[in-house]
């Protein structure tokens, strides 16, 4: 089967659209671009699909260079026969690769190598061939040689049994059935090393767990409680059914010299050779696939977070909450310019809160501040009452939000936030950080590295290239879906546009300063490193507000502009119309995309697209996903009782539930079980990062911090 069979196969998908992308990915193209701009080509895939192909094609391209290595490998040893060949080149995974390898890999030096460095290997043949007419040491005697090192029969006999045990050790289809076997019967078993310490593990310090049952997140929790070392974890093998299995394959004649010891050669490959190494596998198997799901529910998440909507038109104060070194505040218009930064001290141990509002007064009523954006860190708490004290005070409409606040600390520490604010201390740049991740969450979170924002579960357990590549992808979609403009946009935004390296973004932002601002999309070919390929691959994405061409500020591709303009003139539309926003409608006035598509030149779907978006020119995505909610009032934890219905933000979605803050410090756990009626396997079914959702308190824990609730209202 070729790479693009599978490929369509395992995704659903038509073969001539996995042989579509694969070509179009091969000649450079980048997933958002082929997403938006080449729909024809693939029959519209999006790029959630694409960067599952593009992630399985590497696997599969890798996995064919493994098999022509080992092909070749096993050629020079003169040893690859025709049916050995058809067997690796049928292998669909990197380990079955390895197994079919396993017996002609350069091996270091074993015990079974010194055993036929001895002469042993003609005696391990009589045993495996149970054509033995004696007492076993009878026969070993005649392999005794002072010389060679096999001074008693006891010892020829045991160098005899380290040759077959490796022989049944190498053997592939043992390994995939005992592999396979352990898989379906095998369990998992933790303990704890000290069972009176206190820790996160206690769930795991007697745990006991069918393999092929095992959820993702008990899998990395396992993992770090090993590597912790407060839990030791082991696989349980059906043992038993194992060597039944090997002594069926091996044990062919019925010889009451051979089968003994036979029995117990096999015991030892088994115990020795096979079961530390298939348990090897299965861990980082199990790892491999928990890491994945972990990676899945982590990109969904920072996609939810990153496409939440933007508060436009407003003021924000942004408020960086501490004990000791007092709050930061930052004032930032509505364009995100830091207007003015000073510390207060509402908490203790200072507690000079009557100054503190005084402060907060003259920052309200100087610079029209509408709405407060505090983060959710240690203070904040105490920073929300201070805050909820002062509206009652004044008259002015002023609302608050809390906001997550993962990462800003990175971000202020970071040489980004040092070149944007020379003249800022890490607590000021921090507040303005949360003030503007409130007005453009996508444009403030993409300066932070995507691991460190804090809706994730482990990640610091997973393989980090892996980590770091998912959310690098996921970040480059949400900034493509919804577009940046090229004469505001940050050199950190710039980069996730699709065909943009951080040079060029450097350059481009370079660019503006000397040339001051774009009046076109061709201008682009004039920065440096940006070439034509660069230029199809981003150029859509850039938007130029008040540009010479109209449609420099949409998501049209410069290369579908004659189309765009033909298409306005036959329905009888200047481009002006454009901006004053006189195309809604359109869509009504074509009833034949396919003709209509065919007579311009373009594809049907291409048509669709540019029509879409002459009806609502530069549509930001985000308009459709819940807003967060403003609050003017407090509640503490010891407020609640069970039975509250309250409103509640979804912070973080995790394999077994999601945590939802509800207003008070701590936010709740709503456990999958308690989100629906009806079974569900992943808590994503049906709530995602951002969304507003209705839940009832089941109980408070006060003194553990932990609030369980439900949406089964």
Same mark, same amino acid.
């Given at each position: 089967?070729?790479?693009?069979?599978?490929?369509?196969?395992?995704?659903? !998908?038509?073969?001539?659209?996995?042989?579509?992308? *694969?070509?179009?990915?091969?000649?450079?193209?980048?997933?958002?671009?082929?997403?938006?701009?080449?729909k024809?080509?693939?029959? %519209?895939?999006?790029?959630?699909?694409l960067?599952?192909?593009?992630?399985?094609?590497?696997?599969?391209?890798?996995?064919?260079?493994?098999?022509?290595?080992?092909?070749?490998?096993?050629?020079?040893?003169?040893?690859?026969?025709?049916?050995?060949?058809?067997?690796?080149?049928?292998?669909?995974?990197?380990?079955?690769?390895?197994?079919?390898?396993?017996p002609?890999?350069?091996?270091?030096?074993?015990?079974?190598?010194?055993?036929?460095?001895?002469?042993?290997?003609?005696?391990?043949?009589?045993?495996?061939?149970?054509?033995?007419?004696?007492?076993?040491?009878?026969?070993?005697?005649?392999?005794?040689?002072?010389?060679?090192?096999?001074?008693?029969?006891?010892?020829?006999?045991?160098?005899?049994?380290?040759?077959?045990?490796?022989?049944?050790?190498?053997?592939?289809d043992?390994?995939?059935?005992?592999?396979?076997?352990?898989?379906?019967?095998?369990?998992?078993?933790?303990?704890a090393k /000290?069972?009176?310490?206190?820790?996160?593990?206690?769930?795991?310090?007697?745990?006991?767990?069918?393999?092929?049952?095992?959820?993702?997140?008990?899998?990395?929790?396992?993992?770090?409680?090993?590597?912790?070392?407060?839990?030791?974890?082991?696989?349980?093998?059906?043992?038993?059914?194992?060597?039944?299995?090997?002594?069926?394959?091996?044990?062919?004649?019925?010889?009451?010299?051979?089968?003994?010891?036979?029995?117990?050669?096999?015991? /030892?490959?088994y115990?020795?050779?096979?079961?530390? %190494?298939i348990?090897?596998?299965?861990?980082?198997?199990?790892?491999?696939?928990?890491?994945?799901?972990a990676?899945?529910?982590?990109g969904?998440?920072?996609?939810?977070?990153?496409?939440q909507?933007?508060?436009?038109?407003?003021?924000?104060?942004?408020?960086?909450? %501490?004990?000791?070194?007092?709050?930061?505040?930052?004032?930032?218009?509505?364009?995100?310019k830091?207007?003015?930064?000073?510390?207060?001290?509402?908490?203790?141990?200072?507690?000079?809160?009557?100054?503190?509002?005084?402060?907060?007064?003259?920052? !309200?009523?100087?610079?029209?501040?509408?709405?407060?954006?505090?983060?959710? #860190?240690?203070?904040?708490?105490?920073?929300?009452?201070?805050?909820?004290?002062l509206?009652?005070?004044?008259k002015?409409?002023?609302?608050?939000?809390?906001?997550?606040?993962?990462?800003?600390?990175?971000?202020?520490?970071?040489?980004? $936030?040092?070149?944007?604010?020379?003249?800022?201390?890490?607590?000021?740049?921090?507040?303005?950080?949360?003030?503007?991740?409130?007005?453009?969450?996508?444009?403030?979170?993409?300066?932070?590295?995507?691991?460190?924002?804090?809706? #994730?579960?482990?990640?610091?357990?997973?393989?980090?290239?892996?980590?770091?590549?998912?959310?690098?992808? *996921?970040?480059? /979609?949400?900034?493509?879906?919804?577009?940046?403009?090229?004469?505001?946009?940050?050199?950190?935004?710039?980069?996730?546009?699709?065909?943009? =390296?951080?040079?060029? $973004?450097?350059?481009?932002?370079?660019?503006?300063?000397?040339?001051?601002r774009?009046?076109?999309?061709?201008?682009?070919?004039?920065?440096a490193?940006?070439?034509?390929?660069?230029?199809?691959q981003?150029?859509?994405?850039?938007?130029?507000?008040?540009?010479?061409?109209?449609?420099?500020?949409?998501?049209?591709h410069?290369?579908?502009?004659?189309?765009?303009?033909?298409?306005?003139?036959?329905l #009888?539309?200047?481009?002006?119309?454009?901006?004053?926003?006189?195309?809604?409608?359109i869509?009504?006035?074509?009833?034949?995309?396919?003709?209509?598509?065919?007579?311009?030149?373009?594809? %049907?779907?291409?048509?669709?697209?540019? *029509?879409?978006?002459l009806?609502?020119?530069?549509?930001?995505?985000?308009?459709?996903?819940?807003?967060?909610?403003?609050? =003017?009032?407090?509640?503490?934890?010891?407020?609640?009782?069970?039975?509250m219905?309250?409103?509640?933000?979804?912070?973080?979605?995790?394999?077994?539930?999601?945590?939802?803050?509800?207003?008070?410090?701590?936010?709740?756990?709503?456990?999958?079980?308690?989100?629906?009626?009806?079974?569900?396997?992943?808590?994503?079914?049906?709530?995602?990062?951002? /969304?507003?959702?209705?839940?009832?308190?089941?109980?408070?824990?006060l003194?553990?911090?932990?609030?369980?609730?439900?949406?089964?209202?």
């Amino acid at each position: 089967m070729e790479i693009t069979e599978i490929l369509a196969e395992e995704l659903g !998908i038509k073969k001539h659209q996995a042989e579509a992308a *694969v070509k179009l990915i091969d000649e450079g193209n980048t997933i958002p671009f082929i997403a938006r701009y080449r729909k024809e080509a693939t029959g %519209a895939l999006n790029d959630e699909v694409l960067r599952s192909l593009y992630d399985r094609l590497n696997y599969l391209r890798n996995l064919e260079e493994k098999k022509q290595q080992v092909l070749a490998s096993i050629e020079e040893q003169g040893k690859l026969t025709e049916e050995l060949k058809s067997q690796i080149l049928a292998a669909e995974t990197m380990v079955v690769v390895d197994d079919l390898y396993r017996p002609y890999r350069p091996k270091r030096r074993t015990r079974a190598t010194i055993a036929k460095e001895k002469g042993l290997e003609p005696f391990a043949n009589m045993i495996s061939l149970q054509m033995v007419e004696h007492e076993i040491l009878e026969e070993a005697e005649k392999f005794v040689d002072g010389e060679k090192g096999v001074n008693t029969p006891q010892e020829a006999l045991e160098g005899a049994g380290d040759i077959i045990a490796e022989f049944i050790s190498d053997e592939a289809d043992y390994r995939i059935h005992i592999r396979e076997l352990t898989m379906k019967k095998g369990r998992i078993v933790s303990a704890a090393k /000290d069972k009176e310490a206190e820790s996160v593990y206690e769930m795991y310090y007697e745990f006991d767990e069918a393999l092929n049952r095992l959820a993702g997140h008990r899998i990395l929790a396992l993992n770090r409680g090993e590597g912790e070392k407060i839990l030791t974890v082991k696989v349980e093998a059906p043992e038993e059914d194992v060597l039944r299995y090997l002594e069926k394959k091996i044990i062919t004649r019925d010889n009451q010299y051979t089968t003994p010891v036979l029995k117990e050669v096999i015991a /030892d490959s088994y115990k020795r050779l096979i079961a530390p %190494a298939i348990e090897r596998e299965i861990r980082n198997e199990l790892t491999e696939k928990a890491e994945d799901g972990a990676i899945k529910v982590f990109g969904k998440n920072l996609e939810q977070l990153l496409m939440q909507p933007p508060i436009t038109n407003q003021t924000v104060l942004g408020w960086d909450p %501490a004990f000791r070194t007092g709050c930061k505040l930052a004032v930032v218009d509505s364009t995100g310019k830091v207007l003015d930064t000073v510390v207060i001290f509402p908490t203790a141990p200072q507690n000079k809160v009557e100054e503190a509002k005084k402060v907060l007064k003259d920052l !309200i009523a100087k610079y029209h501040i509408t709405l407060i954006s505090v983060g959710n #860190g240690t203070a904040s708490r105490e920073s929300e009452m201070v805050i909820v004290d002062l509206l009652k005070e004044i008259k002015d409409p002023v609302q608050y939000v809390i906001v997550n606040e993962a990462g800003a600390s990175v971000y202020s520490a970071s040489k980004l $936030a040092t070149e944007e604010f020379p003249n800022f201390d890490v607590g000021q740049r921090s507040a303005a950080s949360i003030a503007r991740r409130l007005q453009d969450p996508l444009a403030e979170l993409v300066k932070i590295d995507p691991k460190s924002i804090g809706v #994730g579960q482990y990640q610091h357990d997973m393989n980090q290239k892996k980590l770091g590549e998912a959310l690098g992808g *996921v970040v480059e /979609d949400c900034v493509n879906k919804v577009g940046v403009d090229l004469n505001t946009a940050s050199a950190s935004l710039l980069e996730y546009i699709s065909g943009i =390296s951080k040079a060029i $973004a450097k350059n481009i932002v370079l660019y503006r300063e000397e040339n001051g601002r774009f009046t076109s999309r061709n201008q682009l070919l004039k920065v440096a490193k940006l070439g034509p390929k660069a230029y199809e691959q981003c150029a859509g994405f850039l938007r130029i507000q008040d540009g010479k061409n109209p449609l420099d500020a949409t998501s049209v591709h410069p290369e579908s502009y004659e189309a765009t303009e033909k298409l306005m003139d036959k329905l #009888g539309y200047a481009p002006n119309d454009i901006r004053e926003g006189n195309l809604k409608g359109i869509s009504k006035k074509i009833a034949d995309y396919k003709k209509l598509a065919e007579e311009l030149g373009i594809g %049907a779907l291409t048509l669709e697209d540019i *029509v879409k978006e002459l009806e609502k020119p530069a549509r930001d995505p985000r308009e459709d996903m819940p807003k967060p909610i403003l609050r =003017s009032d407090v509640m503490e934890m010891k407020d609640l009782t069970p039975g509250m219905v309250l409103k509640g933000t979804v912070r973080n979605v995790i394999d077994f539930g999601a945590f939802v803050d509800i207003g008070v410090h701590q936010d709740g756990l709503v456990h999958i079980s308690q989100m629906c009626d009806k079974f569900i396997k992943h808590p994503l079914e049906v709530v995602s990062v951002g /969304d507003i959702v209705e839940v009832k308190v089941i109980s408070v824990d006060l003194k553990k911090q932990r609030i369980q609730l439900t949406m089964k209202l």
